[in-house]
């Protein structure tokens, strides 16, 4: 259930229980699967659904998730910010990159124009997930994006 009707470029989400409810007001455009086994555990799924923006463009409107940090496989520390009451995964971000957060996309409230563009870290994907072969797909991380 959303707080207030969102405006085109505005979307909202929150957790299922609805003690944390969130505002973007860049809107995402893409997807990327991640199979990293930390998703997998933070998930309870086979791969984890996430959509990147600008910090400055997210806000929490209601509640306050609780945040578990921990040192990932490239030596960055990524918080994971979840719902402390029904658990639901929100977003995280990494120390190193406070600027960007990486939203949940199940958490949105209508995500529908969103479309997968890559999988990340296949190499520990599931035999059980499907991966679209038309898809990039990295064995690990994505490469960083070329400055111009």
């Known amino acids: 259930m959303a707080d207030q009707p969102s405006s ?48 400055d463009s997210f806000e929490i409107t209601k509640g306050s998730p609780k945040v578990f940090s921990k ?12 719902c402390p ?3 639901s995964p929100i977003y995280s971000r990494r120390a190193n990159a406070p600027q960007m957060t990486v939203l949940k996309v199940g958490s949105l409230d209508a995500p529908v124009d969103l479309k997968v563009v890559m999988n990340i870290w296949t190499n520990s994907a ?6 679209d072969p038309a898809l990039d797909q990295y064995p690990q991380n994505r490469p960083a994006p070329q400055k111009s």
């Not at 040192?71 to 979840?82: I, P």
């Not at 599931?126 to 991966?131: A, E, F, G, S, T």
């Open 85 to 87: 009451d029904c658990g």
């Open 71 to 82: 040192v990932v496989y490239s030596g960055n520390t990524l918080m994971r910010a979840f």
């Open 126 to 131: 599931r035999p059980w997930m499907h991966i």
């Open 8 to 55: 085109a470029a505005e979307m909202t989400g929150g957790c299922l229980c609805g003690a944390i409810r969130y505002r973007v007001t860049q809107h995402p455009d893409k997807i990327i699967m991640c199979h990293c086994t930390d998703c997998q555990k933070a998930s309870g799924a086979g791969a984890s659904a996430n959509t990147v923006v600008p910090t």
